[in-house]
C-alpha cells in the first residue's frame, strides 16, 4: 500500500491527479464532439426534409 | 479485412464493439490502479517515487504505438487510397498528443525528485519531446490547410517521416549517454523488473491501450459524420 505521507509523495499524487484530468478530459471533449457531428447531421437531414 | 475499409460496414461494427471495450477499459483501470498504488512495493532505492511509472511508462508507450499506428494508416492511404486510412490517422493524432504530453509532464514530475532537475537535454527526453512536436504539426496541418485532399497528403509525408522518430525514442538510451535508465520490460533477455511491478505496469498498459482503441474508434465515427454532413452540405450547395 502507498505510503502518501512519504517523501516526494507530493510528485506520485500530482503525476496520477494529472493523468486522470488529462485522460478525462480526453474522454469528455470525445464525446462532445461525436455528440455534436450527429446532432449537426440529424438537424441538416431534417431541414432538407 | 476489406469489409473493415468500408465505412458504413466498419461503423456497425464499431458501435457493436464500443460496450465491450469500455468495459474491458474500466475494469483494466481499476486492477491496474489496485496494483500501482496499494500491491505494488516501493522500490528500494526510489521510495514511494516509482510508482509514478504506473502512469508514466504506459503514456509513453501509447504515445509511441499512436504514431506508428498513424504512419501504417498513412502508408495505407498512400498505397490502396482509401480515405478509411486517412481519417484514422487524423484521428489518432489528438489522442496521441495527449499520450505524448502526459510522458512528457509525468516524466518531468518524476526527473525532478530523482535527478534533481524538471527537464534535461537528454537523448530520450528529446526524442519524446521532438515527437510531441510532430503531433502538433501534423494536427496543425490538417487545422491550416482548409483543402482536404492537400491536408491529406502533406499530412500523409509527415505522418511517415516522423516516424523514423520511433526508433530513435526506443533506442536512444542506448546508444547515447542518457540519465534515462534502459529499457526494462521489452528487452532481449526478457524484464528485468520484479513481478510485483511488472503484472500492474503490464496491466496500465493494456488499460491505455484499450482506452486509445475505444477514444480512436469514437474520433473515427465523428470524423466520418463531419465528412458525411460535408458532402450533403456541397451537394445541396450550402459551401
New interface residues.
Partial sequence: ???WS????G??I???A??II??AG??VY??N??AR??K??TQ??KT?K | MQQFANPTQFLSLANKALPTIWAVTTILFALGLYGA??TAP?DYQQ???V??MF??VP?AWLAMLVYTVMALASAVAIIFRHPLADVAAKTAA??GA?FC??AL??GS??G??MWGAWWVWDARLTSMFVLFLLYVGYIAIWQAIEEPTRAATIARIVALVGVVNIPIIKFSVDWWNSLHQPASVFKMGGPSIAFPMLWPLLVMGLAYTF?FLA?HL??I???I??R??RN??IA?GEN
Fill in positions: 500500500m502507498m505510503d512519504a517523501n516526494h509523495s510528485f506520485v500530482a503525476s496520477y494529472m493523468s488529462f485522460l480526453l474522454i470525445t464525446f464532439r461525436d457531428a450527429r449537426r447531421l441538416f437531414e432538407k | 498504488l496499494v516501493p521510495g514511494e517515487t510508482r509514478i502512469v508514466h503514456a489528438p489522442i495527449v504530453f502526459l509532464a509525468t514530475l518524476w525532478k525528485p482506452l477514444l469514437i474520433s465515427r465523428s470524423e459524420t463531419a458525411k454532413l450533403l452540405q445541396r
